[in-house]
């Protein structure tokens, strides 16, 4: 019983990471989707395919060594006539046959196309190691942007929530002042069908963080319908250097994945290269015979022993193929080292992009900063003036209006900022270590 209580506790702790913790961090989610997201396994699986094909043997470097046998029995009615006059007559002679024997054969030289085939096999592996980090790192760009999507939803249901006290105060004000008379029924009225509003546009927003969090269960491979409580606030603490994250282009995973496929072009047009030198291959083996006949000229004839020699070949025309091949395989290597170069172009101009706009998302969120202190105490002052009559229900209108915006922004700038952090990482190699 205690052995499945102990079950029973991993097992819901594997599940539901809100079960167990308070809030469910964006490690929590990394932690799940590197082991769990179905294109990481199944690049993971490919990977090590790949690696396990880099052998000697797959290159045909190691040799070929088989072991034969066979027993074969019969019975026949034989009838034989030699020339001497001597006649032979026989029914239901049995014959058997017994053989045994290993043959070795090893390919000494190749034209170098092995040692060619072994290096692009393990440029390959290598590879495969290199598109699992390219498919890791796409989950975990995923996850942070959806992970502090849903953080970004939770903080503009808070911040709808937060100014839903000003409504609140701003009607049963403009009730108060229209109950004895110092107001008009215009204002109570705008006031309710502004309060209403912001009760559908919270509506809105929690629906909003449903669809934000259930977006995130399928990425991570929880249960759609799991319920937990994520960060409440979005950290920017990242400080970048425009020469240190030129200089780190060079470990971009999708760059590094391509400059290995021009290794792997090289190798293959080498391997091509060797069919135009010849094949030299040795081969060894052991022969056992052993043949009964109760009607042939021997009764017994039995033999054994080793052979070994050795084979050479030499392609002297096969249709002009191995030009046209070795043609097709430079014309690859020459579209892998193009496909290069367009990507560091590429990751270039996306890099400036990034960079710039990290800076200016950098100094809108400390304006917005700034921003919502004012925004804040603006509406504060007006809700207060408006209790004491110095100021209008259209003016406190006005107050709400612009706290809600401004807080909508805070939110979106944060966001922005975070995302365009993620991005600056992916770029240089650094997402995924």
């Keep these: 019983m205690r052995k499945y209580k102990v079950f029973l506790f991993y097992f819901l702790l594997l599940i539901s990471p809100a079960a167990f913790c308070q809030v469910f961090t964006l490690e929590n989610a990394m932690d799940r989707a590197l ?5 990481i396994r199944v690049e993971r699986n490919n990977s090590e395919i790949k690696n396990n094909d ?87 760009e995923d996850v942070n942007t959806i992970y502090y999507g849903v953080v970004k939803e939770s903080q503009l249901l808070k911040a709808l929530q937060e100014t839903f006290v000003f409504y609140e105060d701003r009607l049963k004000i403009s009730e108060n002042k229209y109950n004895i008379g110092s107001a008009s029924k215009l204002d109570y009225l705008q006031s309710k069908v502004d309060l209403n509003a912001q009760r559908a546009a919270i509506l809105q927003q929690q629906e909003n963080l449903t669809n934000a969090k259930t977006e995130l269960n399928r990425l991570l491979v929880f249960p759609v319908d799991s319920s937990y409580e994520v960060a409440d606030t979005i950290i920017i603490n990242y400080n970048p250097d425009y020469a240190l994250l030129k200089s780190s282009l060079a ?40 043949n009964k006949n109760d009607a042939g000229f021997f009764v017994k004839n039995q033999t054994s022993g080793l052979q070994f020699g050795i ?73 207060q003036s408006f209790r004491l009559g110095s100021a209008n229900s259209l003016q406190v209108k006005a107050a709400q209006e612009s706290l809600n915006t401004a807080l909508s922004r805070l939110v979106n700038a944060r966001f ?18």
Excluded: C
């Design 251 to 290: 470990s971009n995973f999708q760059l590094r994945s391509i400059e290995k496929n021009i290794s792997i072009s090289r190798y293959s047009l080498n391997e091509l290269k060797g069919q135009r030198l010849p094949v030299v291959s040795g081969n060894a083996g052991y022969l056992f015979s052993d």
């Design 54 to 140: 880099a052998t000697a043997g797959n290159a045909g470097m190691l040799p070929q060594v088989d072991a034969t046998g066979s027993y074969t029995t019969s019975i026949n009615s034989t009838k034989q006539e030699y020339s001497n006059g001597t006649e032979i007559n026989k029914d239901g002679a049995k014959q058997t046959v017994t053989t045994a024997g290993v043959a070795l054969e090893w390919v000494l030289f190749d034209g170098m196309k092995m040692f060619a085939s072994y290096d692009r096999l393990k440029s390959i592996s290598e590879q495969g190691r290199i598109d699992l980090k390219v498919a890791m790192e796409k989950v975990v």
């Design 311 to 383: 084979t050479a070949r030499y392609n002297l025309f096969n249709g002009f193929n191995t030009s046209r091949q070795i043609k097709n395989a430079r014309l690859s290597m020459l579209n892998s080292q193009l496909l290069f170069e367009q990507t560091t172009q590429n990751l270039n101009a996306d890099l400036i992009i990034a960079f710039e706009h990290f800076k200016n998302s950098s100094d809108r969120l400390k304006l917005e900063e700034d921003n919502i202190i004012y925004a804040r105490e603006n509406a504060s002052v007006f809700i």
């Design 416 to 433: 922005d900022t975070k995302i365009t952090e993620v991005a600056l990482l992916r770029l240089t190699g650094q997402l995924v270590k």
């Design 35 to 39: 082991n769990n997201n179905f294109s």
